[in-house]
């Protein structure tokens, strides 16, 4: 009794450690210490001890008896010694089968135990491809059809494998099981048996036309709907567009993934779209119309308020790219340039001179830019006093 270790101290885990914890620290201390993989002196007796401790802390009434009276709790006549009781070989001990150990923990991983057969129907893969747009395609959507190369069902089979009127029999490979185990006594690997594909039974005459396989290699055209107001990275899904699925199965799915070229005018940002637009010294200074592209190839008139600055921002409403998910559509952001002359004569040069010189405070925005321009002429004096 006294040489009895605590059980929690024996998983190496606290107590308040939930019930994966516990799981968890059972599976790799018995699959150390397992006396077929495990030689060295002690080995057995530590398995023991191991598989003790996890009959006691998996079993919530055990655990809850232990963790109030302590060993007397879970066997008072023998001090909790009632758990080991001959391993039989180590097939299993106290009502726990040790053939799960190692089952369990790879089940995780390969997602089956035992011997059973795995599923014979296997769903197809998926396919994916990117297709280019220009803007205009992106914010009005289009229709593209595209000829891929994919596994398709086999037509003559109907996917099944076997020459119409073929008889089966059990598959000399996996023997009718549909899986094959790799590896030695301790570390076991389950794997689809690769002449049946997991169905257990192969025919007498595969398919002539696919070989057995239920399914070929074939080049199909589909035609994609994008929609309106994609963006550049949108991933669309056209279910069922993918591989061809074995027996049956559906097939997969295909992924298209948009990637938008860049435009010669107009910017996108989201709902909205962007575009410089030139005009007259004059008119930013007067006042007038101007007309605006936009992204249908058509065009529409902007009012320019006299005065109007380079950089000013005019808005069209409802000129912008739909929502992908909704009714909403965004705004064109139309960004005033003004254009200054250039090349002029001296003429020219002279008339604007005395235009400059007729301007009052009053008539211009001197008034307004005067301090910028103050604020502006005195830093710049200060940068050359230094030194």
Do not use: W
Not at 241 to 265: C, M, Q, S, T
């Amino acid at each position: 009794m006294a040489d009895k270790r605590d059980y929690y101290e024996v998983l190496g885990v606290d107590k308040n450690s939930d019930d994966q914890t516990i799981k968890r620290a059972f599976k790799r201390l018995a699959m150390k210490y397992h006396p077929d993989r495990n030689k060295e002196p002690g080995a057995e007796e530590k398995f023991k001890e191991i598989n003790e401790a996890y009959a006691v802390l998996s079993d919530p009434q055990k655990r809850a008896a232990y963790d109030q009276y302590g060993f007397a709790g879970v066997d008072p006549n023998q001090g909790g010694g009632g758990f080991g009781g001959g391993f039989g070989g180590f097939g299993g001990a106290g009502g726990f089968d040790f053939s799960d150990i190692f089952g369990e923990a790879f089940s995780d991983i390969f997602g089956a135990r035992g011997n059973r057969r795995t599923s014979t129907s296997q769903p197809g893969e998926d396919l994916q491809l990117s297709v280019n747009l220009t803007l205009e395609e992106a914010v009005h959507g289009i229709k593209k059809t595209f000829r891929i190369n994919k596994n398709v069902t086999c037509d003559c089979c109907k996917g099944t494998g076997a020459e119409p009127g073929s008889a089966t029999k059990e598959c000399p490979t996996c023997h009718g099981h549909g899986v094959i185990m790799k590896g030695n006594s301790i570390f076991r690997i389950q794997e689809t048996c690769p002449k049946c594909h997991g169905t257990g039974k192969i025919f007498e005459k595969p398919c002539k036309k696919c070989n057995g396989e239920g399914r070929y290699s074939s080049k199909e055209e589909i035609e994609v709907n994008i929609p309106a107001g994609v963006e550049d990275g949108t991933r669309l899904t056209v279910p069922g567009k993918g591989e061809a699925g074995r027996n049956g199965a559906p097939a997969g799915d295909l992924y298209v993934f948009i990637r938008v070229k860049p435009h010669a005018i107009f910017e996108r940002e989201g709902l909205n779209l962007f575009v410089n637009v030139p005009i007259s010294f004059t008119t930013a200074a007067i006042g007038g119309d101007v007309e605006v592209p936009t992204l249908d190839g058509r065009s529409i008139k902007l009012k320019v308020q006299a005065g109007t600055q380079s950089g000013t921002q005019l808005r069209a409403r409802g000129k912008g790219v739909p929502s992908l998910r909704g009714s909403m559509v965004g705004d064109l952001y139309c960004n005033m340039i003004v254009e200054v002359p250039v090349n002029l004569n001296n003429e020219q040069k002279e008339l604007l001179k005395k235009f400059e010189e007729s301007l009052s405070n009053k008539d211009s925005k001197k008034e307004k830019h005067e301090p910028m321009k103050q604020s502006f002429l005195d830093k710049l004096a200060s940068f050359f006093k230094k030194d």
